[in-house]
């Protein structure tokens, strides 16, 4: 029971009882002169106020027994047989309760089993309703006879007061005191600690009167006074060896916090009435836990949490700010819990992706592990709705779930080369249709070497310019189309032609003057559309010459950049394409693949984690790592659905 409810109790029974000697004697002086009211008093003051929250320590008891020195109150004359049976009882209380303060201070490891059936006696036999309940009735009885008509209220105010303060109905009583005074801010003891898992993890066992639904939402701790020792968050919520175990992950921690190892039964836990529930916005789902490094963070979550690849969560590092993570592997493990038994849980690896910045719309790298134990959040609001793309940039799409947008430098697409990777069927064709329409909107020139004849019926709209030979690329060029394009109808040698196009496009570039400490900004873009074609692996290649011809391209493409000319590589398999030019892409965007060659190509990309997503990434998916991205580390990310975005709605 709170302190105010048992100190307004003591008033009450108080005024009770001086009414009821009141109506016995005729007169007062009872207070000063009669054993049972003294009895009485100290029956009140050590049940309302001490023993009914803190009773528990050899001190206590000691306590206890000093007080018998109220048996002084009896005249010699009126020592009876009970008297002296009293006296023994407060005597052996005194006595034995400090031999046993003596031995914990001075001999702790000695005679433990014959001090622990002493002080379960005594605990027993010096509670206040044991001790003083006897003082109390035999002194009623003595002074006033059994069967006289002043000892019936008497023995009604002790039966009342002894049932008021059964521990059940104590707690019955101050629910109801709660519901009626505090209705708005009405707190519920739901449950006790059971054990601290982690220095910021709480786990409680959860009584009946506990709602089902309580993920998310905010629990509060408290000691025996009232006083706060924290506030948190439950994680996890679950059936264990029979007994509802909830984990609370700490976020508010006082200087009370070490009452939870010095006096744990005496927590107690309820819900915050008076903040949102968090699950309404993102999700609490675990803590920081072992195996975090600066780059990923691990965790465990309830194996029925719906948890998705390509997710974002975040937790706060040192300085109170978000750093954002994306799930990329999980695992199931076993987890010890209750007296040894283990529990099915997930294992879950997060990648870091940084820290937010609003006003770029990028991330930006967080150079240390987040605190141990702090809350791991799953994003679920959509922080980014309706912002305007900075200039410069291009967004390819969003990460899974969230709002938060991956964008691309438009000019280091170009300047610096991109390849896009990915099987047919998984929206790669395109993801290169939105990047040529971006860069024709910031004037870059593109010129496509179109094997698939596509490409000119999806851009239809910016009038492209179907180029029939090399001889057409100078007039193109320096015409007002900022789109060329040639299907290879009358080549018989891709690599040859390929290498005849680039090569002349390079000699028109090239006569730009190039001064120190200036850098030419994109200006053409060559797009090798099924690449693997184009310019093949050396070991692809379908005459001993095309090998000459590939070099020739290489050569063009790592020169290309100073003069502001930049390619885009479009390929089904990366084993198949030249890795001189591969390598030379600063910007990899990858959809699902399963070819291992390739995947291995990948992994010296954007690591291993990633590159074994790859395989199970779901139709316009994608993974982009490199300079141009918005995110410094590899990324998951959604492309939106363009199949309605051309006039032609076939996919490719």
Same mark, same amino acid.
């Given at each position: 029971?709170?302190?105010?409810?048992?100190?307004?109790?003591?008033?009450?029974?108080?005024?009770?009882?001086?009414?009821?000697?009141?109506?016995?004697?005729?007169?007062?002086?009872? @207070?000063?002169?009669?054993?049972?009211?003294?009895?009485?008093?100290? &029956?009140?003051?050590?049940?309302?106020?001490?023993?009914?929250?803190?009773? %528990?320590?050899?001190?206590?008891?000691?306590?206890?027994?000093?007080?018998?020195?109220?048996?002084?109150?009896?005249?010699?004359? #009126?020592?009876?047989?009970?008297?002296? +049976?009293?006296?023994?009882?407060? &005597?052996?209380?005194?006595?034995?309760?400090?031999?046993?303060?003596?031995?914990?201070?001075?001999?702790?490891?000695?005679?433990?089993?014959?001090?622990?059936?002493?002080?379960? @006696?005594?605990?027993?036999?010096?509670?206040? /309703?044991?001790?003083?309940?006897?003082?109390?009735?035999?002194?009623?009885?003595?002074?006033?006879?059994?069967?006289?008509?002043?000892?019936?209220?008497?023995?009604?105010?002790?039966?009342?007061?002894?049932?008021?303060?059964?521990?059940?109905?104590?707690?019955?009583?101050?629910?109801?005191?709660?519901?009626? =005074?505090?209705?708005?801010?009405?707190?519920?003891?739901?449950?006790?600690?059971?054990?601290?898992?982690?220095?910021?993890?709480?786990? @409680?066992?959860?009584?009946?009167?506990?709602?089902?639904?309580?993920?998310?939402?905010?629990?509060?701790?408290?000691?025996?006074?009232?006083?706060?020792?924290?506030?948190?968050?439950?994680?996890?919520?679950?059936? @264990?060896?029979?007994?509802?175990?909830?984990?609370?992950?700490?976020?508010?921690?006082?200087?009370?916090?070490?009452?939870?190892?010095?006096?744990? /039964?005496?927590?107690?836990?309820?819900?915050?009435?008076?903040?949102?529930?968090?699950?309404?916005?993102?999700?609490?789902?675990?803590?920081?836990?072992? +195996? #975090?490094?600066?780059?990923?963070?691990?965790?465990?979550?309830?194996?029925?949490?719906?948890?998705?690849?390509?997710?974002?969560?975040?937790?706060?590092?040192?300085?109170?700010?978000?750093?954002?993570?994306?799930?990329?592997?999980?695992?199931?493990?076993?987890?010890?819990?209750?007296?040894? %038994?283990?529990?099915?849980?997930?294992?879950?690896?997060?990648?870091?992706?940084?820290?937010?910045?609003?006003? /770029?719309?990028?991330?930006?790298?967080?150079?240390?592990?987040?605190?141990? +134990?702090?809350?791991?959040?799953?994003?679920?609001?959509?922080?980014?709705?309706?912002?305007?793309?900075?200039?410069?940039?291009?967004?390819?799409?969003?990460?899974?779930?969230?709002?938060?947008?991956?964008?691309?430098?438009?000019?280091?697409?170009?300047?610096?080369?991109?390849?896009?990777?990915?099987?047919?069927?998984?929206?790669?064709?395109?993801?290169?249709?939105?990047?040529?329409?971006?860069?024709?909107?910031?004037?870059?020139?593109?010129?496509?070497?179109?094997?698939?004849?596509?490409?000119?019926?999806? =851009?239809?709209?910016?009038?492209?310019?179907?180029?029939?030979?090399?001889?057409?690329?100078?007039?193109?060029?320096?015409?007002?189309?900022?789109?060329?394009?040639?299907?290879?109808?009358? %080549?018989?040698?891709?690599?040859?032609?390929? #290498?005849?196009?680039?090569?002349?496009?390079?000699?028109?570039?090239?006569?730009?003057?190039?001064?120190?400490?200036?850098?030419?900004?994109?200006?053409?873009?060559?797009?090798?559309?099924?690449?693997?074609?184009?310019?093949?692996?050396?070991?692809?290649?379908?005459?001993?010459?095309?090998?000459?011809?590939?070099?020739?391209?290489?050569?063009?493409?790592?020169?290309?950049?100073?003069?502001?000319?930049? #390619? =885009?590589?479009?390929?089904?398999?990366?084993?198949?394409?030249?890795?001189?030019?591969?390598?030379?892409?600063?910007?990899?965007?990858? &959809?699902?693949?399963?070819?291992?060659?390739?995947?291995?190509?990948?992994?010296?990309?954007? +690591?291993? /984690?990633?590159?074994?997503?790859?395989?199970? =990434?779901?139709?316009?998916?994608?993974?982009?790592?490199?300079?141009?991205?918005?995110?410094?580390?590899?990324?998951?990310?959604?492309?939106?659905?363009?199949?309605?975005?051309?006039?032609?709605?076939?996919?490719?």
């Amino acid at each position: 029971m709170k302190l105010r409810y048992r100190l307004a109790f003591l008033v009450i029974f108080l005024i009770l009882l001086i009414i009821v000697g009141y109506f016995d004697t005729q007169n007062l002086q009872f @207070i000063t002169n009669d054993f049972w009211f003294a009895s009485g008093f100290l &029956l009140l003051i050590l049940m309302s106020l001490i023993d009914q929250p803190f009773f %528990s320590t050899d001190a206590n008891v000691f306590m206890n027994g000093t007080a018998g020195l109220s048996l002084i109150l009896i005249e010699r004359s #009126s020592r009876d047989f009970w008297w002296f +049976g009293f006296l023994f009882w407060c &005597l052996w209380l005194l006595i034995t309760s400090f031999i046993l303060m003596w031995f914990k201070a001075n001999k702790p490891d000695s005679i433990k089993t014959f001090r622990g059936f002493i002080e379960k @006696i005594n605990r027993e036999i010096g509670k206040p /309703e044991a001790l003083f309940s006897s003082f109390f009735l035999w002194g009623a009885i003595r002074q006033f006879g059994l069967g006289s008509k002043q000892i019936e209220p008497l023995f009604a105010f002790w039966a009342v007061f002894i049932i008021l303060n059964m521990p059940s109905i104590a707690r019955a009583i101050d629910k109801f005191f709660d519901r009626i =005074l505090n209705p708005v801010n009405q707190k519920l003891d739901i449950g006790s600690l059971f054990r601290v898992s982690d220095p910021r993890v709480l786990e @409680i066992k959860l009584n009946k009167e506990c709602p089902n639904k309580i993920v998310g939402q905010y629990f509060i701790f408290q000691t025996g006074k009232e006083e706060l020792i924290g506030e948190g968050i439950v994680i996890d919520d679950r059936i @264990i060896a029979g007994n509802r175990i909830a984990k609370i992950a700490s976020t508010i921690i006082t200087d009370r916090w070490n009452y939870i190892a010095l006096n744990p /039964e005496k927590i107690s836990f309820s819900i915050k009435k008076d903040v949102e529930n968090v699950s309404d916005v993102d999700i609490p789902i675990s803590v920081v836990d072992i +195996g #975090s490094t600066m780059s990923s963070i691990s965790f465990v979550v309830h194996p029925d949490f719906p948890l998705h690849k390509g997710e974002i969560v975040w937790t706060l590092n040192s300085d109170n700010v978000r750093v954002y993570f994306q799930i990329t592997v999980a695992t199931i493990v076993d987890q010890n819990s209750i007296e040894g %038994s283990n529990v099915k849980c997930v294992l879950v690896t997060a990648n870091q992706i940084g820290i937010w910045q609003e006003k /770029e719309m990028k991330f930006k790298q967080y150079a240390w592990v987040p605190p141990a +134990g702090f809350v791991i959040y799953l994003v679920r609001t959509d922080l980014n709705a309706d912002k305007e793309i900075p200039d410069g940039k291009t967004q390819v799409g969003n990460i899974p779930n969230s709002g938060f947008p991956i964008l691309a430098d438009v000019g280091e697409l170009v300047t610096h080369n991109t390849a896009i990777i990915g099987v047919t069927g998984s929206g790669k064709s395109y993801l290169a249709f939105h990047l040529i329409e971006s860069y024709l909107e910031k004037r870059i020139k593109v010129f496509i070497l179109d094997v698939t004849r596509e490409y000119y019926l999806y =851009l239809h709209k910016y009038n492209p310019t179907p180029l029939i030979s090399v001889n057409d690329v100078k007039t193109w060029y320096e015409g007002e189309s900022p789109l060329g394009i040639y299907q290879f109808a009358t %080549s018989t040698n891709y690599p040859d032609t390929t #290498s005849q196009f680039v090569d002349e496009i390079f000699k028109i570039l090239k006569k730009a003057v190039l001064k120190p400490g200036v850098t030419i900004p994109a200006r053409l873009c060559v797009v090798f559309e099924e690449a693997h074609a184009l310019i093949p692996e050396f070991t692809q290649v379908a005459n001993k010459g095309d090998s000459d011809f590939v070099n020739a391209t290489s050569r063009t493409i790592l020169q290309g950049r100073k003069y502001g000319m930049g #390619s =885009l590589i479009v390929t089904q398999r990366t084993a198949n394409v030249t890795k001189t030019i591969l390598n030379q892409c600063n910007t990899i965007i990858a &959809l699902r693949s399963f070819d291992k060659t390739g995947l291995d190509f990948l992994s010296n990309y954007m +690591g291993t /984690e990633y590159a074994h997503a790859i395989s199970t =990434l779901p139709t316009y998916d994608a993974i982009i790592v490199g300079k141009a991205s918005s995110c410094q580390t590899p990324v998951i990310f959604s492309i939106p659905d363009f199949s309605n975005r051309w006039n032609n709605e076939e996919e490719t």
